[in-house]
């Protein structure tokens, strides 16, 4: 069955430190996504990205994050200078059409900032 | 942010027995509701949906039901297996963002 694959699994970062988590969508799917769920919490959407562009975001999604698909098969989210508050597992997600369609979701890269 | 909520953080059912999950929701703008079951250090996986114009939706063993003048869903899973021991999540979709609720630990009692 297709999957949807991030890396690294876990990141250990410094306060302040870039970092880019990687997802690679499954290959025919035209929606992606990045969702986090911080320990203990809900999982929350943080934004969408559809035709190279990006469709929606959340309040979350502040000008310290970014999303890029460089060369058509990977999804990267940039955080561009880390807080404690962004530690979370980063789920990356795709799916091939909107509606009752759902989206198959990656296992997460656990992001710990330091 | 309590758009979706799901009241019961655990529930325990018997091996061969009806296991029933709940979800409510608020904003009558969703326009599709999802369930997800969730392993620990796993993703989400995607079981079943239904849009807002239904009431019914059914998959093998799994079965959607909404009522939207209560505003709420459920899922049910009979016979509920060992293997459906899980986190499970429900979601509600308006537009491309999904809003999840917090979860139902589901314990499936051998």
């Given amino acids: ?10 990141q250990v970062t410094q306060m302040g430190q870039e970092v880019i988590l990687r997802c690679v969508p499954i290959s025919n799917h ?7 769920q911080i320990l203990g919490q809900k999982v929350e959407f943080l934004v969408s990205f559809y035709n190279n ?12 994050f970014s999303v890029e698909r460089p060369d ?8 561009r200078s880390t807080k404690l508050e962004d530690s979370a597992m980063y789920f990356c997600a795709s799916r091939l059409r909107v509606g009752t369609y759902g989206y198959t979701f990656g296992s997460g890269t656990r992001l710990t900032v330091v | 942010d309590q758009q979706v909520k ?3 953080p655990s529930l ?4 061969g027995r009806i296991s029933i999950l709940n979800c409510d929701y608020t904003n009558s703008m969703f326009d599709y509701f999802l369930w997800y079951k969730k392993y620990p250090a796993e993703g989400p996986t995607f079981l079943i ?5 239904k009431d019914k939706n059914e998959d093998g063993r799994f079965t959607v039901f909404l009522n939207k003048s209560a505003k709420h869903l459920s899922l049910h899973i009979v016979p509920s297996q060992p293997g459906d021991s899980a986190v499970y999540f429900c979601a509600a979709s308006q537009n491309e963002k999904l809003t999840f609720g917090t979860g139902t630990r589901l314990t499936i009692i051998p």
């Fill in chain 1, 1 to 10: 069955e297709p999957e949807v694959t991030q890396t690294p699994s876990h």
């Fill in chain 2, 12 to 15: 325990s059912v018997q091996e």
């Fill in chain 1, 30 to 36: 035209l929606y992606f996504y990045w969702y986090r």
């Fill in chain 2, 49 to 53: 949906s239904i849009s807002s114009i």
């Fill in chain 2, 6 to 8: 799901q009241n019961s």
């Fill in chain 1, 53 to 64: 562009e990006i469709s929606e975001k959340s309040e979350i999604f502040d000008d310290q």
């Fill in chain 1, 72 to 79: 058509g098969s990977n999804f990267t989210l940039k955080i």
